[in-house]
């Protein structure tokens, strides 16, 4: 007591907002998730358990037996995949957490905390803003993200991972995370948005220690981690976007540094929200494609030997590895207005949870769908990326990534096999590897 005594009122005060930010955003509907959890709620299961290396695929059987479109005490959910495409792409649903701008006075006041730091599920993330503003941010940058262009940076991948690789020469064992899957689409887009070199440790550092802020009921000790790293991710961002803006140089963040359409140019928290979604977004989806990719081809030999007599097929596994241990697990919509879904009517202010490693599965689309089959022909038909107007901006990154550093990986080290001591990420949201050792078999 007497500790907070002798503190200063404003340092205080400051303590008590984050807490209570805490509390709200995080403590207590992860208490009510815990509880529903408890209580056998679907929903409340599937955000309550699927972390720190659980498997959700008997849970999502068990959503997928409930039936197609799932009521929980928190909303409704689906792993049916003509669900699943009709809430993505249905003008009626909206992306976001309603539940992060809370109107009532205490939230607000919890919300205050300065300085100010941007977050990837609140305004304006191109993840939660919706048309006209997500137009012209989309607008800005897509173009560097098409398929042609993407196809220009192939060459330039190959050379970023045939370096890593040869890093990785005199040692007989790596934590291939740390030295391949991770640094290898931080380098690709760190080029693409002109992070400069000595900077790129830095962004990974940060980006890694933020992706759990996607995820709902965090805990205290993830949550103020979280935080830091977003408050420096921010502090990075505005000195370097600040520094573009008075010397701009080639690349996509220089260019949004300098954008001015018909509305101006961007707000600096426009471009830092941006900006900051592009880097994280740009290798967190890819990291886990080619950590997830190299556990399944070592637990499938005979589909990597497929691989081998016939590299035209590389590009198709990688669609198979994205149905089938996806690198996103799922993700949320809410309604204002209400929908009728699968002739289902969802009353307004519902939120829906969809569910790409269920869709993805669903055996009336994906033939013995719990089978891994590098040479599945409808295997580029799975939800990975998402639909509508959140589909995801950087697929053909990612599916160019994935293919190139796979393909390189194996070719390389054709002996390479997954040691013990692997573990998942903890989060729930984003799916993958947070370490997996491997025998390169020098």
Partial sequence: MSDVLNKPWNVVREGARQNAHWLLANGLPRLLLASLAKQGDLQGRINFEVSGGQEPWTLIEEIRDAGPIVKGKLGFMSVDYEVVRQVLSSNDFRSGNPALDRPDRLARWASSTAPAYVHPLRHPSLLVIEPPEHTRYRKLVRGVFTNRAVEKLRESTEEIAARLLDDMSDRSSVDLIDVYCSRLPVEVIAEILGV??????????????????????????????????????????????????SNPGDDLLSQLA???????????????????????????????LLGNGVALLDEHPGELARLRADEAMWANAVEEVLRFDPPVLLTGRHTDSGATIAGKSIPPGSAFVTIFAGANRDPKVFEDPAVFDVGRENAREHLSFSLGRHHCLGASLARMEGEVGLRMLFERYPELSVLPGGNRRPTKILRGWEKLPVSLGN
């Fill in 196 to 245: 400069p070199s000595k900077d790129r440790a830095m962004v990974l550092e940060l980006a890694t220690v933020a992706a759990p802020s996607l995820d709902f009921g965090l805990s205290w000790r993830v949550g103020r981690k979280v935080e830091a790293g977003l408050r420096k991710f921010d502090a990075w961002l505005d000195d370097h976007l600040t520094r573009l803006r």
């Fill in 258 to 288: 300098c954008a001015n359409d018909d509305l101006g140019p961007l707000t600096m928290t426009e471009l830092k929200s941006t900006a900051g979604l592009l880097l994280a977004a740009g290798f967190e989806t890819t990291v886990n």
